[in-house]
T-cell receptor
Framework: KQEVTQIPAALSVPEGENLVLNCSFT??????LQWFRQDPGKGLTSLLL?????REQTSGRLNASLDKSSGRSTLYIAASQPGDSATYLC??????????FGPGTRLSVLP | NAGVTQTPKFQVLKTGQSMTLQCAQD?????MSWYRQDPGMGLRLIHY???????DQGEVPNGYNVSRSTTEDFPLRLLSAAPSQTSVYFC????????????FGSGTRLTVV
């Protein structure tokens, strides 16, 4: 059974710092991995989708990498801003087609 | 282009009542699913569908029913609400099972008293 973990559970950084969020999964037989952002009381917003054949994806200040063989993905946020404060979730899609979600990392960016 | 629309946004039910959470998407996605999100438990899959007329159980299906009569709609029915079903419910859809990611609705916050 696929299990997804995220480290750290919570992170607080001053504005302007670069930061890395980590996602680990136990079964490397995946189609893709998706990073989401969730604001308090809101739904999930897709940030980046990485296919299993890709190594990384970039969108603006966000860069996500995937090392399928080691079961790891990282989300790099450059020059963090208070507006980046949210919970970040990763989800992996295995051969059973369903996404399995990690518990999330709660990020606070302090002005 | 509305994406994934969930109604209602908030609902309070009494124990034993039944209700239907609505989910509709206008992206012609084949794959749709329902998750519940609870503090400390993360997102857990309730039911999913790979196309009209096809549904299957996820991780926590007990107490819930689904049907998929059209590509657009995927309602979730609570048969006899229990306090343990107090949660935030999310509907999501995807174009296929391999190449595309999920698009989520904004959620339904359900309280069972």
């Amino acid at each position: 059974k696929q299990e997804v973990t995220q480290i750290p559970a919570a992170l607080s950084v001053p504005e302007g710092e670069n930061l890395v969020l980590n996602c680990s999964f136990t079964d490397s037989a995946i189609y893709n991995l998706q990073w989401f952002r969730q604001d308090p009381g809101k739904g999930l917003t897709s940030l980046l989708l990485i296919q299993s054949s890709q190594r990384e994806q970039t969108s603006g200040r966000l860069n996500a990498s995937l090392d399928k063989s080691s079961g790891r993905s990282t989300l790099y946020i450059a020059a963090s801003q208070p507006g980046d404060s949210a919970t970040y979730l990763c989800a992996v899609r295995g051969y059973g087609q369903n996404f399995v979600f990690g518990p999330g990392t709660r990020l606070s960016v302090l002005p | 282009n509305a994406g994934v629309t969930q109604t209602p946004k908030f609902q309070v039910l009494k124990t034993g009542q039944s209700m239907t959470l609505q989910c509709a998407q206008d992206m012609n996605h084949e794959y749709m699913s329902w998750y519940r999100q609870d503090p400390g438990m993360g997102l857990r899959l309730i039911h999913y569908s790979v196309g009209a007329g096809i549904t299957d159980q996820g991780e926590v299906p007990n107490g819930y029913n689904v049907s998929r009569s059209t590509t657009e709609d995927f309602p979730l029915r609570l048969l006899s609400a229990a306090p343990s079903q107090t949660s935030v419910y999310f509907c999501a859809s995807s174009s296929d099972g391999i190449n595309y990611g999920y698009t989520f609705g904004s959620g339904t916050r359900l309280t069972v008293v």
